[in-house]
């Protein structure tokens, strides 16, 4: 009996210390988890903090350029700035996003863009860096498919992350060579499967079949079950790009391993967080593509990225075989080319640094059918000039019946207007006499950027003065290391156009819009010749054109008083951002009056409201506020409870005013709580004055 019990009370023990250490181990997981809450609010909070700096220096940025020019050394500054503090958001959402992933709640993001512009933008931020390491960044479209395409509908700015973490990939693991972007459009070869990616994830290949205006105002956020598949779709469109850099390259047996997150080539490596590709191979997959490591060819240097990516082509405006080329701005030089070789003799002299900058010039231009005579070093410019003289002689000689031919045509029809004197003078002159005195036309590209240009341009002078008759265009290119104090140097230069490497799509369109002036209407010529109207071009006694940059800035020309008259409310807690947001609507003509908080806010309206019907006016157009722009997260009320209050307030009166969400993070839940507290519409900070316009005007306020 006592060795039983002896034995049950020592089951008590146990079971009792067992319970105190289950006790004990329930709290300590109850800890870390409150630990693993706190830790994750913590985050959010940081997050939302540090994107609501960045919106303000954004800003800030913005509102120095609105009062600098763009073609100044401070406004190419602060570009620069603006799309570094733009990299700098994209870093911190790419840690966010990585979570998202990984977690299965990421989602795509489907609006409008010009996938061109993109591109450009990305090599242009790139290429300031490369430049400052030797290396020479080229976009290289190619088959020229990527610019005749436009605009796109997908996740422009998941496009942009893929595209920015191989380019700084690229310019960080390489010292020496170029990094090459490529780029081609096609249409979807084959259907392909509904794979899932890592932890999860399905590809998201499906796109919304909404309005063009509201995918191009609002991106709005996809569901599947909304959508059909883009492998079906007649205006989907597959984007295949390579990455090419000549750097230290990856083995062979780590290819397979750098997609994955927090993992690195070189293990040693202090830069970056190891998230670059693993992220990049989640959203290509989410965009319904796939990226690999191309093999080079061998003894080739580096790394060549190739992946491809689904989109959809606004309203079918993709063809492959395009039939209505006139539609698009890029394919006038295709329709052009056949005309263009056959009427007007132009020759082109490039002298130009860089291989492929050299490559990309030469090709895109004899493809207009015109001739290309290279040089790399000055010493050869006199002797490719005096080739080119020849060269353009010969051509008289065709070219003299064609043009006699066309001068006599034309007097035959002038004479039935009772014109005879243009007929007499066009049938004494001489072919040869005529076609001397026609002017020839000439294209000659200068690199400017690592040499004394006053050799090139003093040898260039000599031959325009010796050569009269040429009819000439000049264009200088250079890299963002020549600055405006430089070229201010070159006054002697008769520059035309002057471009920033690299070279690409739209300096490639500004380039032929120069060359379509060389295209002189060669009856007009023929008439002044003949009737001794032309007189002889004297180049030396013309004065020189000052050198100045005709480059400018592609911005879009809005109606800065739409908001005139207007009176508007913008709420927000933050200083900065209410002295931006007040600039930029002030520009727009409206009056602009700012609260802290919500509470603030409901106060103001309900004082606006009471104080008009206490007046007799029962349009709220007439004293109420046009629009109020209410940031959501704020102390005292927040802005989604301040716009429940303002509802409520407003239904006593039966009036509607229109709000609109503010937040440094665009997320479904966000847009969620905002349209469910009775607000409007949301825009993401900082206030943007093109967003807060097409939002006026698509919604008509």
Request: one cysteine or more; a neutral charge.
């Amino acid at each position: 009996m006592a060795l039983f019990t002896f034995f049950k009370s020592r089951s008590k023990i146990q079971e009792a210390i067992l319970q105190a250490e289950l006790i004990k181990q329930k709290e300590a997981v109850q800890q870390a988890e409150r630990k693993s809450m706190n830790k994750s609010m913590a985050f959010a909070r940081a997050s939302h903090d540090v994107r609501n700096l960045l919106h303000s220096i954004i800003g800030l940025i913005e509102i120095c350029r609105d009062q600098t020019s763009s073609n100044s050394d401070l406004g190419t500054n602060l570009a620069k700035m603006n799309d570094c503090a733009i990299d700098l958001l994209d870093i911190l959402n790419t840690i966010l996003d990585t979570s998202k992933v990984e977690s299965g709640k990421m989602h795509l993001e489907q609006t409008e863009f010009n996938i061109s512009q993109i591109i450009e933008k990305s090599v242009d931020a790139f290429n300031v860096l490369a430049e400052k390491k030797g290396l020479e960044m080229i976009w290289d479209p190619c088959d020229y498919s990527i610019l005749k395409l436009g605009s796109v509908i997908g996740d422009r700015q998941r496009f942009k992350q893929i595209l920015d973490n191989l380019l700084s990939n690229a310019v960080k693991f390489t010292s020496e060579g170029k990094i090459v972007v490529r780029g081609w459009a096609s249409k979807p070869k084959v259907k392909l499967p509904n794979i899932s990616c890592d932890h999860g994830l399905s590809i998201s290949h499906k796109l919304f079949s909404i309005s063009r205006s509201t995918l191009r105002k609002f991106g709005r956020k996809i569901k599947q079950q909304d959508v059909h598949s883009i492998q079906n779709d007649p205006d989907s469109v597959e984007l295949t790009f390579e990455v090419d850099d000549t750097g230290i390259g990856i083995p062979v047996e780590k290819r397979a391993s750098v997609f994955e997150n927090y993992v690195q080539v070189k293990e040693e490596s202090p830069e970056g967080t190891g998230l670059g590709l693993g992220i990049v191979q989640s959203f290509v997959r989410l965009m319904g593509g796939e990226i690999r490591i191309k093999d080079k060819e061998p003894g080739e240097k580096g790394t060549c990225f190739k992946f491809n990516i689904l989109l959809k082509s606004e309203e079918g405006s993709f063809q492959e075989t395009s039939k209505h080329k006139e539609a698009n701005q890029y394919t006038v030089r295709q329709t052009l080319v056949s005309n263009y070789s056959q009427t007007v003799k132009v020759r082109s002299l490039l002298i130009v640094e860089g291989c492929e900058t050299m490559r990309i010039l030469q090709t895109w231009i004899e493809s207009l059918g015109i001739k290309v005579w290279t040089a790399n070093q000055a010493e050869h410019i006199s002797l490719i000039l005096e080739k080119m003289k020849n060269n353009i002689k010969a051509l008289s000689k065709s070219d003299s019946v064609l043009l006699h031919k066309t001068s006599t045509q034309k007097s035959n029809s002038s004479e039935n207007e009772g014109v005879h004197t243009k007929q007499k003078n066009s049938e004494s002159l001489p072919r040869d006499g005529l076609f001397s005195e026609l002017p020839l036309k000439m294209l000659v590209i200068v690199d400017i950027s690592n040499r004394d240009p006053m050799e090139i341009l003093s040898t260039l002078i000599k031959f325009f003065k010796e050569n009269t008759n040429l009819y000439c265009k000049v264009v200088c290119i250079a890299d963002s290391k020549v600055t405006e104090k430089d070229l201010n140097e070159f006054i002697p230069l008769p520059c035309d156009l002057f471009l920033r490497k690299p070279i690409h799509g739209s300096r490639l369109h500004k380039l032929f819009q120069l060359i379509q002036e060389l295209d002189v209407n060669e009856e007009l010529c023929v008439d002044r010749i003949a009737t001794s109207q032309l007189n002889k071009p004297q180049r030396e006694k013309q004065p020189v054109k000052p050198f100045k940059i005709t480059e400018e800035t592609s911005t879009t020309v809005q109606d800065e008083n739409s908001f005139r008259g207007k009176h508007v409310l913008l709420v927000d807690d933050r200083d900065i951002m209410r002295i931006v947001g007040s600039q930029k609507l002030s520009q727009l003509g409206a009056e602009v009056e700012v609260a802290v908080n919500g509470l603030e806010a409901l106060n103001l309206v309900k004082k606006k409201i009471e104080a008009g019907f206490t007046r007799g006016k029962h349009d709220h157009h007439s004293f109420a506020y046009s629009a109020i722009f209410m940031d959501c997260q704020m102390p005292v009320m927040d802005g989604y409870e301040a716009a429940r209050q303002i509802r409520k307030e407003e239904s006593r009166y039966g009036i509607h005013i229109p709000i609109i969400a503010l937040s440094a993070e665009k997320s479904d839940e966000g847009i969620r709580k905002a349209f469910a507290a009775g607000m409007d519409q949301f825009l993401e900070k900082p206030l943007d004055k093109d967003k807060v316009l097409d939002l006026f005007k698509l919604e008509r306020y």
